[in-house]
């Protein structure tokens, strides 16, 4: 397995993501600044979603392969 | 047609063609000898005058008469009726012929007919045709002292014998020590002054008899002091290797035993005892054998004797004989001929055989018996180690089964249990990666909502004063430099005037 970095780490991204919300929360928040959180923080989503995806992806096919070893 | 008859003190015997009186027989009370064609009647002076009668009527009478007449003068002196006138009347002084007459005369009136007379023969010594013995009879039960006869069979007795009763049963009787029946003329012999009996004619029934009783009497003795069945009880020898040979030296019987044996290949060795199968020394010459075989260690005694009348059986109807073979603690194997009578030694051993060929027979067929029992034994153990052998295998392929179930009932357990646990694992994980969509979706929704971009792009703007958040017009006022954000750029606008909405206006 290999080490994933701590950028890609999804418990990180979800603390990025959760600070970006929190931080676009505050009214005074520059636009141009709160428009790149939210950029940023769309970016977060599409690759946590990507690697939900993935993960669901993994473990739907651990199952079957475990469900056709235990047939046999 | 003629009828004779002879009588003693207590009976009239009457003999010949007396078939059409026998009513008047039984009528005295006569009693028919099916054996003798003899009737027998009891002394009465009438008795005897009516059977003379009967006798004389049929031109018989006497039996010392009728034999007067065919025997010579000597005999026939015997049958004459004593009388007071023709006995000489006694001198003052017997000389020696005188006396020897004299007691010539009384044995001649006493003894004027034949009479039966019961003892055992001694001495028994042929000489020509004739044979002389005593006759001899123990003064008391027990004791050495005994009362003896000289006695002689004649030629001419001896052939009416033989002719009557068969020679081997005349032999086997007229033999040393035997108890015998004999019907007897006394004579004096006048030359010597001595008396002999001559035998006429013997009863082989009462020689029988005596044995026969002497037997039973033994047998009995021996049951109540339970010897009889203690060599019969003994075990059989499963291979009797070492036998006990007792026999004479040199007889048939000897080589027809160990001949049969060695024809038949026996594997064992014999030892021989040789004793005296007959006589007077037989009894203690077959017991030292039985002792000495004893001693030697065999495994059976075998007793045989060849050939040999009926009557030398007796010698193993010796008490010594018989008590040493209760005692002997050897089984032993009697083969001393095939006769009628059975002696007690053959009825008290452990087996009885008729010949000594017979007797080795009944030794192979122990070796057979025992060869058939290892034979057996042998496929009883094939059998059993066979049946052994497939229960083990059937107990394996059972525990087999018994482990390949367990292992599949385990291997589906564990199957069964990492399946659940999968199934678990899956819907964790799908429940986890659920509620992180959720958590992430719920952020994205904050995002959106946060978004400037899509009301900026409506034209909407963003005020802000000293880097402040403009969202009243309280917060306003004339001249004040204010900044407004757009989408894509900043200006900086002046406020000419603040107009507050109604509340009114503001409701709508």
């Given at each position: 397995?290999?080490?994933?970095?701590e950028?890609?780490n999804?418990?990180?991204?979800?603390k990025?993501?959760?600070k970006?919300v929190a931080?676009?929360?505050?009214p005074n928040?520059?636009l141009?600044?709160?428009?790149?959180q939210?950029?940023?923080?769309?970016?977060?989503i599409n690759?946590?979603k990507?690697?939900?995806?993935q993960t669901?992806?993994?473990?739907?096919?651990l199952?079957?392969?475990?469900?056709?070893?235990?047939?046999? | 047609?003629?009828i004779?008859?002879?009588?003693?003190?207590q009976?009239i015997v009457v003999?010949?063609?007396t078939?059409?009186?026998?009513?008047m027989?039984?009528s005295?009370?006569a009693?028919f000898n099916?054996?003798?064609k003899t009737?027998?009647?009891?002394w009465?002076?009438?008795?005897l005058?009516?059977?003379?009668?009967?006798?004389?009527?049929?031109?018989g009478?006497?039996?010392d008469?009728?034999?007067?007449?065919?025997?010579d003068?000597?005999?026939?002196?015997?049958?004459?009726?004593?009388?007071?006138?023709?006995?000489?009347s006694?001198?003052?002084?017997?000389?020696?012929?005188q006396?020897?007459?004299r007691?010539?005369?009384?044995?001649?009136d006493?003894?004027?007919?034949?009479?039966?007379?019961?003892?055992?023969?001694?001495n028994?010594?042929?000489?020509g045709?004739n044979?002389?013995?005593?006759l001899?009879?123990?003064?008391?039960?027990g004791?050495?002292?005994?009362t003896?006869?000289?006695?002689?069979i004649?030629q001419?007795?001896?052939?009416?014998?033989k002719?009557?009763?068969?020679?081997?049963?005349?032999?086997?009787?007229?033999?040393?020590?035997?108890?015998?029946?004999m019907?007897?003329?006394?004579t004096?012999?006048k030359?010597?002054?001595?008396?002999?009996l001559?035998?006429?004619?013997?009863d082989?029934?009462?020689t029988?008899?005596?044995?026969?009783l002497?037997?039973?009497k033994?047998?009995q003795?021996?049951?109540q002091?339970?010897?009889?069945r203690?060599?019969?009880?003994?075990?059989?020898?499963?291979?009797?290797?070492?036998?006990?040979l007792?026999s004479?030296?040199?007889?048939?019987a000897?080589?027809?035993?160990v001949?049969?044996l060695?024809s038949?290949?026996?594997?064992g060795?014999?030892?021989?005892?040789?004793?005296?199968?007959q006589?007077?020394?037989?009894p203690?010459?077959?017991?030292k054998a039985?002792?000495?075989l004893k001693?030697?260690?065999?495994?059976?005694?075998?007793?045989?004797?060849g050939g040999?009348?009926s009557?030398?059986l007796r010698?193993f109807?010796?008490?010594?004989i018989?008590?040493t073979?209760?005692?002997?603690?050897?089984p032993?194997?009697?083969?001393?001929g095939h006769h009628?009578d059975?002696s007690?030694l053959?009825?008290?051993?452990?087996?009885?055989?008729?010949?000594?060929?017979a007797?080795?027979e009944?030794i192979l067929?122990?070796?057979?018996?025992?060869?058939?029992?290892?034979?057996e034994?042998e496929l009883?153990v094939?059998?059993?180690?066979?049946r052994?052998?497939?229960?083990f295998i059937?107990?394996?392929?059972?525990?087999?089964?018994?482990?390949?179930?367990?292992?599949?009932?385990?291997?589906?357990n564990?199957?069964q249990?990492?399946?659940?646990?999968?199934?678990?694992?899956?819907?964790l994980a799908l429940?986890?990666g659920h509620r992180?969509?959720q958590?992430?979706?719920?952020?994205?929704?904050?995002?959106?909502?946060?978004?400037p971009?899509?009301?900026?792009?409506?034209g909407?703007?963003?005020?802000q004063?000293n880097?402040?958040?403009?969202?009243?017009?309280t917060q306003?006022s004339a001249?004040?430099?204010?900044k407004?954000h757009?989408l894509?750029?900043?200006?900086?606008?002046?406020?000419?005037?603040?107009?507050r909405?109604?509340p009114?206006?503001?409701?709508?």
């Amino acid at each position: 397995m290999t080490k994933q970095s701590e950028a890609e780490n999804y418990a990180h991204m979800q603390k990025s993501l959760e600070k970006i919300v929190a931080e676009i929360s505050d009214p005074n928040l520059d636009l141009d600044h709160l428009i790149t959180q939210v950029e940023a923080g769309y970016d977060l989503i599409n690759k946590m979603k990507m690697r939900l995806g993935q993960t669901t992806k993994k473990i739907e096919n651990l199952h079957a392969e475990h469900q056709s070893e235990a047939i046999r | 047609m003629t009828i004779h008859y002879s009588k003693n003190d207590q009976f009239i015997v009457v003999m010949g063609r007396t078939f059409q009186h026998r009513a008047m027989f039984q009528s005295l009370g006569a009693k028919f000898n099916y054996q003798e064609k003899t009737w027998q009647l009891p002394w009465s002076a009438e008795v005897l005058r009516q059977i003379d009668a009967i006798c004389r009527a049929a031109g018989g009478g006497p039996v010392d008469e009728f034999k007067a007449k065919f025997e010579d003068a000597t005999t026939a002196s015997l049958t004459r009726e004593p009388t007071e006138s023709s006995l000489p009347s006694p001198p003052a002084v017997y000389s020696v012929g005188q006396l020897a007459q004299r007691i010539s005369g009384v044995i001649e009136d006493a003894f004027h007919a034949p009479i039966w007379v019961s003892g055992e023969l001694q001495n028994v010594n042929f000489r020509g045709q004739n044979i002389y013995v005593n006759l001899s009879e123990p003064k008391n039960a027990g004791d050495s002292a005994t009362t003896t006869i000289n006695a002689a069979i004649w030629q001419r007795d001896m052939q009416l014998m033989k002719k009557k009763y068969g020679e081997p049963i005349v032999k086997d009787i007229l033999q040393e020590g035997m108890k015998l029946k004999m019907l007897c003329r006394v004579t004096f012999y006048k030359e010597r002054g001595s008396i002999t009996l001559s035998i006429l004619d013997i009863d082989p029934e009462f020689t029988k008899g005596a044995l026969a009783l002497a037997r039973q009497k033994l047998l009995q003795e021996l049951r109540q002091l339970g010897l009889d069945r203690l060599n019969k009880n003994l075990p059989p020898p499963l291979y009797p290797f070492r036998i006990g040979l007792i026999s004479a030296a040199g007889s048939r019987a000897y080589s027809d035993f160990v001949d049969q044996l060695h024809s038949k290949e026996f594997p064992g060795e014999i030892v021989f005892h040789q004793a005296a199968m007959q006589g007077l020394d037989s009894p203690e010459e077959v017991c030292k054998a039985m002792t000495a075989l004893k001693a030697a260690k065999v495994d059976l005694i075998v007793i045989t004797r060849g050939g040999g009348s009926s009557a030398d059986l007796r010698w193993f109807d010796d008490p010594k004989i018989c008590k040493t073979a209760c005692h002997l603690g050897v089984p032993l194997i009697a083969a001393i001929g095939h006769h009628d009578d059975i002696s007690v030694l053959e009825t008290i051993v452990f087996q009885h055989e008729k010949t000594p060929t017979a007797a080795a027979e009944y030794i192979l067929r122990l070796f057979e018996r025992a060869r058939n029992q290892l034979s057996e034994c042998e496929l009883n153990v094939g059998r059993h180690s066979s049946r052994v052998l497939q229960n083990f295998i059937d107990q394996l392929a059972r525990r087999r089964e018994q482990f390949l179930h367990a292992t599949r009932v385990r291997l589906n357990n564990l199957q069964q249990s990492l399946t659940n646990q999968s199934n678990q694992i899956h819907l964790l994980a799908l429940g986890l990666g659920h509620r992180h969509l959720q958590v992430l979706n719920t952020l994205e929704m904050q995002l959106i909502a946060r978004d400037p971009r899509q009301w900026l792009e409506k034209g909407w703007v963003q005020l802000q004063a000293n880097g402040k958040q403009i969202n009243s017009i309280t917060q306003l006022s004339a001249d004040q430099e204010v900044k407004a954000h757009l989408l894509d750029g900043t200006a900086s606008l002046i406020v000419q005037k603040t107009e507050r909405r109604k509340p009114h206006d503001q409701t709508k």
